[in-house]
Each structure stands twice: as C-alpha cells, then as structure tokens.
C-alpha cells in the first residue's frame, strides 16, 4: 500500500498494522506504581511529542471499516504508548473491530453511544471521561488500571461479557463517577482496588454473575456512594476485603441470588442511612463489616434466607422492622434481644415477633419466651402511666405470663413471712368453744388462696400489726390470681 501524505509515521504504523491485529507500540508501557510518574506515565502524556501522536480520528475510521482484514488474520486496533488527539467518537455506529488502548492518554473523552462494538479495552490509560450510554457490547469493556478524570457513563449498554474496572482510579465531574442505570452485564463485573471519587449509580442494573467491590474506596460523603435500587445480581456481591465507602450504599429492593458479603468499612453519618438495604431479597446476607458501621443501617421489610453476623460489630443504630429471615448464624445467640432493640424509631413489635418465631424454629423455647418478654417490657415504655403500673405489676409477679414460677416464688415468701409471723403472734379465736386448733401455716394459706381451703380464716380475728399483715396477705393473693390469669390469657392467645 502506498504511504497516505495525510497520516504521520505513528499513524501510518498503526493504519498498516490494522489489517491483521498487530499492536502497534510506540513507547514501553508504564503501569502500576510507575503510571503515576516518569515520561511513560499516560497522565503526562500531554507533552509527547508528534512520535507518539495519533489523531482520535484514525482510529475511528479503522473502526468502522476504512480498512479491510487481511485474509486470515483479525483486523483490530491494538495500540500502546500514545496521545490521542481529537474526540474519539462513534455515536450509534457499529464497529466490527476490538478497540485495545494501553497505557495511552487521550485528550477528550471517548464517546461510544448507543454504539454496537466488539471488545474495548482501555486499560492504564488517563482520559477525561468515557461515555457509552446505550452501547451493546460483544464481548466485555476494560477500563481497568486507567486514570479517568470525569465520568463514566454506561446507563442501558449491555456487555455480553463483563465489565472491568480493575484498579480504576476514577474522580468525577459530576455528583456520579459512574452513572450506569439499567445497565446489564451478562457475565461479571469487577472494581477490585478501585478508587473512586464520586458515587456509583448502579439503580436497575443486572449482573448475571459476581459484582465485586473487593479492596475498592468510593468517596461521596454526605451522599450516595453506591446507590444501587432494584439492582439484580444472580451471583455474589463483594463489599469485603478492604472495601471502604464513605457515603450512603443504598441497595433498596435489590435481589441478590447469592450472598451479599459486608465486611468492608462503611461510614455516612451524615445521611440518613450507611447501609440502605429495605425492601431487598438476598439469599444470604454476610454482614461482619471490619469496624462497626458509623451511620444507621436499614434492612426493614427484606427478605433473608440465612442472615450471618457479628455481635461485636452491631451497628448502634439498627431498622429491623418488616425483616424476615429462616436462619440466622454466627454469634451472640443469646444476645438478638439486643439486637432488635436497637430500632432509632423507638419500639416495633415485628423484629422481636420474628426474633421469637425463628427461636421456636430453631428449638429455643426458653430464648423465644425471652424475646416475647423482651417485647411487652419495650412495649411498657411506650403506655400510659397506668398501663405502665399494671405491666411492671405482671412483670414482677409472672413475667407477663412467660415466667409463672415467679408468683409460685411468691406465694411461697408471703407464706413462709405468714407462718411465721402468725406463729409468734396468734390470733384469738372468735369463737373459742367451736374454733379448731390454730394452724399459722394453714391461716396464712387461706388468707392467699382467694377462697378460703383450710376453715382457719373464718374461725380466727387477728389484732394490732398483723391484722394489717392478714389485709396484706388477702390482697396480695388475689393480685397473684390475677396476675396468673392474665399472664395466661397473653400467652396463650393467638398471635
């Protein structure tokens, strides 16, 4: 083919290499800790001189078929170590090539929208943004490693692949660094070791397979970091491993088929909520983060299949009201009282109804009686004076009816202060010739029992100190009868 006047040496490489895939490297290519420095470094490579210069405008031709491939081989754009100049820019072609852009700098932002295309990889790159709105993918988009200095728009393309942003380093122009809505990724997507300045719009979207965060940072205080409502991912969600948001992770109504793994740091004090996961349905819910979460987390009104925890990284603010769940696991057992109390609204009856239901699943009887007390005692803070009194009387007495061997205890103290009470200081008889012997123990029994069983209350008249002591002893039994009739009428009725 003979040279074109109109392409530079650096062009005129990559226009010949095209046909056939080669990659074209017009300087050794800098990753990792050197991309940050150095003359290789893509974020300088504004200062490259026409070498390393080809024009954005080259590229799109190839593209879109301003060349032929050459028979046998696969036509591509493979490029290393340059500046591109210009707007690369397809909006709603289709392009039949992979795009493979690394460690390059691009002076304006590449525009894929509502473009079809094969593979695009820009990886250890410095760009101004990326926008590929729409886009239909054949095959995965890369943008791992690169420097991108605006946002990434990717809301309605679809990957018939995955989606890399692998060690991004992403600081946005707007309030989103990646505004991808309704996005759908038929594989996985991965920001592992990402850093991200700006939050992620992930609402609507659908991973057919693992989203991960592992060892990611996303920045957004005082807003959303992750927001991410309605989203459906039939794999595993990875907020772990040295994962750190700060801003609001809001997954409202987000079904997730497999686990979603919550062991990063997490902190938004200054949002409603850290953790906004109500109304979603998750298969299996990790959620140990490294530190307690600073901010409320809300999981009202979810669905959980098997719920993992840790006492010790209890958020201090907790919505727990509507969650379901068939299984909890991890530790504190003992402590879910705790747990479900910890509601900023103040008391809601559900968490500790459900608390007591998967306890009886689970074989715990006692523990089940303990969350159904723990209930009417939060309740009791929220009544009147009088229905305050009234709790606390049936709380002593029978635990509400959950513990009635406290009145059986006592029955058995007033007895035993009857006996001996009455037995150093007898009543006299009222009448002397028909009265039975005197029996302190037997007296005292029939002052408790609301219909006397012994004959001893009605033949004796006590005097002085203890006549007060045998009006006591009557009123105190009746309060036991009533307060074991009415334990056993909340216990027993249907819930």
Known sequence: MARSPRLSEAERKLWNAFPTGETVELAPVTTGVGATAGENAPKDGDTWGPDRTIRASVIASLLLGAREAAPGSVAAVRLCGARITGSLSILGGRVEHELVLSGCHLDEPVLFTNTSTRTVRLTDCALPGFSGGGMRVAGHLSLSGSNITGTVRLARAVFESGLWLGGTRLTADDVWALSAGSMVVESGATFRGADITGGVRLAGSRVNGDLSFEGAAVRNPGDYAIRADDMVVEGTVHLSRGFTATGCVR???????????????????????ALHASHAEIRELYLKPAAPIDGVVNLTYSRVGTLQDDPDTWPEKLRLNGLTYDRLRGSGVTRRVEWVARDPEGFRPQPYEQLAAWYLRDGNDGLARRAQLAKLRARRRTQGPGQRTWGRLLDVTVGYGHRPWLAGVWFALLLLTGTVAFGLNPPRPLKPDEAPVFDSFAYSFDLLLPLPTFGQREMFDPAGWTQGLAYGLIVAGWILATALIAGATRVLRPQ
């Not at 997954?251 to 909520?273: E, H, K, M």
């Open 251 to 273: 997954l409202r109504g987000a079904r997730v088929s497999g686990t979603l793994s919550v062991n990063g740091v997490l902190s938004s004090p200054d949002t409603p909520y």
